[in-house]
C-alpha cells in the first residue's frame, strides 16, 4: 500500500467545488483532454467542464470506446490518457479498457462516479465496488472522500500513471465529495515514500553484460513495448550497430528498430518469422530489453533460448524471472540501461558468421503465395504500407489482420503501431485509431480492422465528422472471426464452431449512416489501383473482400518451441 502523508492546509482564494479542483488541477498539470461519457453520479463534474473553456473533452458513444480513445491518444504518444465514466454501468463497462491499459502498461487515468458517501456499500442506484473490482487491474487505485485532498491525489495518481513502468489509475469519486465547495486544499505536494521505481541500473550489471558480450558469437537482442515506452529506439538501433547483433521485437516492440534495417530479423513468437525464432533458439547470448516474455513469444518456456544466458533489462521487477530464467538481472530504464552501454568503452566481439547465417535465414523464407483469385490482405497491408510511405501511425483490432499488420506493414519508428498486445480486446481498433488521431492530429492514421471486432465499437465512427477525425478504417472482410476460425481448422478438425457470419450488415451504408466516406473493393488485378483512394484527407471507410480461407503463417502450435513452426513458405 501507498502511504499517504497529510500536512498543512493551503487556503484558496475564493472556494472551490470539488469538480473545479478536478479540472484545475488536471489543466495545471497539462492535461485538457478527456474522452467520457456522462451519467448521473458525475453531473457536478460535467457542470464544470461545461463553464471550462480549456478542456477538450471528447463525447464517446460507449464507455469501453471512452477508455481505448484514451489508450489510443497514450499509446501513440506517451501522454497521460483521461477517461471520465459515470457510477454502476457506465464504470463496469470500462472495466475491459483498464485491464488491456494494465496489460500493455498504458500511462492512464481513470475518473469513476461513485454514490454520495451516505450510499456507499447500501446497493445505491448505479452504486458499483470500482475500488474492489479494479484493484487487479490497476496500478493503483483511490476513492476520494475528503474534497480537500483533491489535488493531491490527482497529482500522485498521475505521477504513479506515467513513472516507473507505466500503466492505469482509477479515481473513484463519491458524487457529494465532488459537488461540495471547500475554501481550502490539503499540501499537494507528492510524498510517496513506498512507490520509488528504480530507473537507473546497476553500473555491475551493465558491465557484466558488456562483459559477455565479448564472449558471444551468437548474440541476439529482443526489444519489446518497454522500448517503445522509454523512447529509446535511437539508442536501441545505434547499440546493435555498434555491436552487429540482429534484433527480433515482439508484438509491441515494432517499430523500435526499421523493418528495412538490416540487422531487424522480424517479430518472434507464434507469428513471427522464420528468422526472428531460429535465431532466438541457436542464439548463445540473448539480451531482452523492455520485453515480459509473454506466452506469445517464448513458445514453450521451457525451451525458449535454452543455448544462451540471458539478459533482462526492465522497469518493472516483478517481470524478471517471472517467466524465464535470468543469467543476468537488470532493474532499470530501458533507455538509460542502453545510454550506460553505449557510454562504455567498446568491447571486441565478432558477430560476422552469426550475421551471415541470420541473414540467410531471411532470404531462405518467401513471404506469402501470391495469388489472384482474391485480394489477399498481405498485399493490401503491403499496398497501404507503399502509399504512406511506412511512415502513418497505424492502428488494429484484434486477429487474423492484426497480424498480419504486424508481418507486413514497414514499420520506421516507436510508438508508430498501436494495437492490443496482452489483452488481446476486439473492438480496440475503432475507438483507439480515434484517440490516436486526436493526439496526432498531422499524422495519418490508418486502421486494420476485422468484420468481427468492427462490429463490437462501430458506434463510435459518429464522431468522427463532428470532432474532424479523419481516420481511415480499413476493414478486412473475410465473413468470419478469422483467428479463431484458423484454429478450428487447424487443430479442430475444421469444426468452425459459431465463428463463421452466415449474414453481415451492410457496412457500406452503415459508413453512409455517420456521413463516412465509403469504398468497396474485391478485384485482386485492379486492388493496388483502387488503395490510392487513402491519400484522400477524410473520414474513411474501406471495405476489402478477402478469402474466407486464408490463414496467417507461420504458426508456433500453442506448446510447442518457437522452431516448431508450420507454414514456413520456403524459396525453391
Same mark, same amino acid.
Given at each position: 500500500?501507498?502511504?499517504?502523508?497529510?500536512?498543512?492546509?493551503?487556503?484558496?482564494?475564493?472556494?472551490?467545488?470539488?469538480?473545479?479542483?478536478?479540472?484545475?488541477?488536471?489543466?495545471?498539470?497539462?492535461?485538457?483532454?478527456?474522452?467520457?461519457?456522462?451519467?448521473?453520479?458525475?453531473?457536478?463534474?460535467?457542470?464544470?467542464?461545461?463553464?471550462?473553456?480549456?478542456?477538450?473533452?471528447?463525447?464517446?458513444?460507449?464507455?469501453?470506446?471512452?477508455?481505448?480513445?484514451?489508450?489510443?491518444?497514450?499509446?501513440?504518444?506517451?501522454?497521460?490518457?483521461?477517461?471520465?465514466?459515470?457510477?454502476?454501468?457506465?464504470?463496469?463497462?470500462?472495466?475491459?479498457?483498464?485491464?488491456?491499459?494494465?496489460?500493455?502498461?498504458?500511462?492512464?487515468?481513470?475518473?469513476?462516479?461513485?454514490?454520495?458517501?451516505?450510499?456507499?456499500?447500501?446497493?445505491?442506484?448505479?452504486?458499483?465496488?470500482?475500488?474492489?473490482?479494479?484493484?487487479?487491474?490497476?496500478?493503483?487505485?483511490?476513492?476520494?472522500?475528503?474534497?480537500?485532498?483533491?489535488?493531491?491525489?490527482?497529482?500522485?495518481?498521475?505521477?504513479?500513471?506515467?513513472?516507473?513502468?507505466?500503466?492505469?489509475?482509477?479515481?473513484?469519486?463519491?458524487?457529494?465529495?465532488?459537488?461540495?465547495?471547500?475554501?481550502?486544499?490539503?499540501?499537494?505536494?507528492?510524498?510517496?515514500?513506498?512507490?520509488?521505481?528504480?530507473?537507473?541500473?546497476?553500473?555491475?550489471?551493465?558491465?557484466?553484460?558488456?562483459?559477455?558480450?565479448?564472449?558471444?558469437?551468437?548474440?541476439?537482442?529482443?526489444?519489446?513495448?518497454?522500448?517503445?515506452?522509454?523512447?529509446?529506439?535511437?539508442?536501441?538501433?545505434?547499440?546493435?550497430?555498434?555491436?552487429?547483433?540482429?534484433?527480433?521485437?515482439?508484438?509491441?516492440?515494432?517499430?523500435?528498430?526499421?523493418?528495412?534495417?538490416?540487422?531487424?530479423?522480424?517479430?518472434?513468437?507464434?507469428?513471427?518469422?522464420?528468422?526472428?525464432?531460429?535465431?532466438?533458439?541457436?542464439?548463445?547470448?540473448?539480451?531482452?530489453?523492455?520485453?515480459?516474455?509473454?506466452?506469445?513469444?517464448?513458445?514453450?518456456?521451457?525451451?525458449?533460448?535454452?543455448?544462451?544466458?540471458?539478459?533482462?533489462?526492465?522497469?518493472?521487477?516483478?517481470? $524478471?524471472?517471472? *517467466?524465464?530464467? =535470468?543469467?543476468?538481472? +537488470? !532493474?532499470?530504464?530501458?533507455?538509460?540501461? /542502453?545510454? #550506460?552501454?553505449?557510454?562504455?568503452?567498446?568491447?571486441?566481439?565478432?558477430?560476422?558468421?552469426?550475421?551471415?547465417?541470420?541473414?540467410?535465414?531471411?532470404?531462405?523464407?518467401?513471404?506469402?503465395?501470391?495469388?489472384?483469385?482474391?485480394?489477399?490482405?498481405?498485399?493490401?497491408?503491403?499496398?497501404?504500407?507503399?502509399?504512406?510511405?511506412?511512415?502513418?501511425?497505424?492502428?488494429?483490432?484484434?486477429?487474423?489482420?492484426?497480424?498480419?499488420?504486424?508481418?507486413?506493414?514497414?514499420?520506421?519508428?516507436?510508438?508508430?503501431?498501436?494495437?492490443?498486445?496482452?489483452?488481446?480486446?476486439?473492438?480496440?481498433?475503432?475507438?483507439?485509431?480515434?484517440?490516436?488521431?486526436?493526439?496526432?492530429?498531422?499524422?495519418?492514421?490508418?486502421?486494420?480492422?476485422?468484420?468481427?471486432?468492427?462490429?463490437?465499437?462501430?458506434?463510435?465512427?459518429? $464522431?468522427?465528422? *463532428?470532432?474532424? =477525425?479523419?481516420?481511415? +478504417? !480499413?476493414?478486412?472482410?473475410?465473413?468470419? /472471426?478469422? #483467428?479463431?476460425?484458423?484454429?478450428?481448422?487447424?487443430?479442430?478438425?475444421?469444426?468452425?464452431?459459431?465463428?463463421?457470419?452466415?449474414?453481415?450488415?451492410?457496412?457500406?451504408?452503415?459508413?453512409?449512416?455517420?456521413?463516412?466516406?465509403?469504398?468497396?473493393?474485391?478485384?485482386?488485378?485492379?486492388?493496388?489501383?483502387?488503395?490510392?483512394?487513402?491519400?484522400?484527407?477524410?473520414?474513411?471507410?474501406?471495405?476489402?473482400?478477402?478469402?474466407?480461407?486464408?490463414?496467417?503463417?507461420?504458426?508456433?502450435?500453442?506448446?510447442?518451441?518457437?522452431?516448431?513452426?508450420?507454414?514456413?513458405?520456403?524459396?525453391?
Amino acid at each position: 500500500m501507498l502511504k499517504e502523508v497529510h500536512v498543512e492546509k493551503i487556503e484558496l482564494e475564493e472556494a472551490r467545488s470539488g469538480a473545479d479542483l478536478i479540472l484545475d488541477t488536471l489543466l495545471e498539470l497539462g492535461i485538457s483532454t478527456i474522452f467520457g461519457y456522462p451519467g448521473g453520479a458525475v453531473l457536478p463534474l460535467y457542470d464544470a467542464i461545461y463553464k471550462n473553456e480549456e478542456i477538450n473533452h471528447i463525447l464517446s458513444r460507449h464507455e469501453q470506446g471512452s477508455l481505448h480513445e484514451a489508450e489510443g491518444y497514450a499509446k501513440s504518444t506517451g501522454k497521460l490518457g483521461v477517461a471520465l465514466v459515470t457510477s454502476g454501468p457506465g464504470a463496469t463497462n470500462a472495466i475491459t479498457g483498464i485491464a488491456d491499459a494494465m496489460s500493455d502498461s498504458v500511462p492512464l487515468l481513470v475518473f469513476t462516479g461513485q454514490v454520495a458517501t451516505s450510499g456507499i456499500g447500501k446497493d445505491a442506484f448505479q452504486e458499483a465496488d470500482i475500488v474492489g473490482i479494479t484493484m487487479p487491474i490497476t496500478k493503483y487505485n483511490y476513492q476520494i472522500r475528503d474534497t480537500a485532498d483533491i489535488p493531491r491525489i490527482i497529482r500522485e495518481a498521475v505521477h504513479i500513471a506515467t513513472t516507473g513502468r507505466p500503466g492505469p489509475v482509477v479515481i473513484d469519486l463519491p458524487k457529494d465529495v465532488v459537488a461540495k465547495e471547500t475554501t481550502f486544499i490539503n499540501d499537494p505536494e507528492i510524498n510517496l515514500p513506498s512507490y520509488q521505481p528504480t530507473l537507473r541500473p546497476n553500473e555491475m550489471q551493465i558491465n557484466k553484460i558488456l562483459k559477455q558480450l565479448g564472449k558471444a558469437k551468437k548474440p541476439v537482442i529482443v526489444a519489446g513495448g518497454g522500448v517503445a515506452y522509454s523512447e529509446s529506439a535511437k539508442e536501441l538501433v545505434a547499440f546493435a550497430e555498434r555491436y552487429q547483433i540482429p534484433v527480433v521485437t515482439s508484438l509491441l516492440g515494432q517499430g523500435t528498430i526499421a523493418t528495412s534495417h538490416p540487422l531487424f530479423l522480424g517479430m518472434g513468437g507464434m507469428h513471427g518469422s522464420y528468422a526472428a525464432n531460429i535465431a532466438m533458439t541457436d542464439a548463445d547470448f540473448m539480451i531482452a530489453i523492455g520485453c515480459r516474455f509473454d506466452d506469445r513469444l517464448t513458445g514453450n518456456p521451457k525451451t525458449f533460448a535454452k543455448n544462451a544466458k540471458v539478459v533482462h533489462i526492465d522497469v518493472d521487477p516483478a517481470e $524478471i524471472g517471472k *517467466i524465464i530464467a =535470468v543469467d543476468l538481472p +537488470v !532493474v532499470g530504464d530501458a533507455k538509460q540501461a /542502453l545510454e #550506460m552501454l553505449l557510454a562504455e568503452p567498446v568491447v571486441k566481439n565478432n558477430t560476422e558468421k552469426w550475421i551471415e547465417k541470420v541473414k540467410k535465414d531471411k532470404e531462405r523464407v518467401r513471404s506469402y503465395d501470391k495469388k489472384e483469385r482474391m485480394v489477399q490482405p498481405q498485399a493490401v497491408i503491403e499496398r497501404i504500407g507503399e502509399l504512406t510511405d511506412g511512415d502513418a501511425v497505424v492502428v488494429t483490432d484484434v486477429g487474423q489482420h492484426q497480424m498480419w499488420t504486424a508481418q507486413y506493414y514497414p514499420y520506421q519508428n516507436e510508438r508508430q503501431l498501436v494495437t492490443s498486445g496482452g489483452l488481446g480486446t476486439m473492438g480496440f481498433g475503432v475507438p483507439a485509431a480515434i484517440g490516436a488521431k486526436i493526439a496526432n492530429p498531422d499524422k495519418e492514421v490508418i486502421l486494420f480492422v476485422g468484420d468481427g471486432g468492427f462490429q463490437m465499437t462501430n458506434q463510435e465512427l459518429a $464522431i468522427l465528422n *463532428i470532432y474532424k =477525425v479523419s481516420i481511415k +478504417v !480499413v476493414m478486412l472482410n473475410n465473413h468470419s /472471426l478469422g #483467428m479463431v476460425r484458423q484454429w478450428q481448422e487447424s487443430f479442430y478438425e475444421g469444426r468452425t464452431s459459431e465463428s463463421v457470419f452466415n449474414a453481415l450488415p451492410d457496412f457500406q451504408l452503415m459508413a453512409q449512416a455517420y456521413g463516412i466516406k465509403s469504398y468497396k473493393f474485391d478485384n485482386p488485378e485492379t486492388i493496388d489501383q483502387d488503395l490510392e483512394v487513402i491519400k484522400g484527407d477524410v473520414p474513411m471507410f474501406i471495405e476489402v473482400d478477402i478469402s474466407r480461407k486464408e490463414h496467417v503463417l507461420p504458426i508456433v502450435p500453442a506448446g510447442k518451441s518457437n522452431h516448431e513452426m508450420l507454414g514456413v513458405k520456403f524459396n525453391a
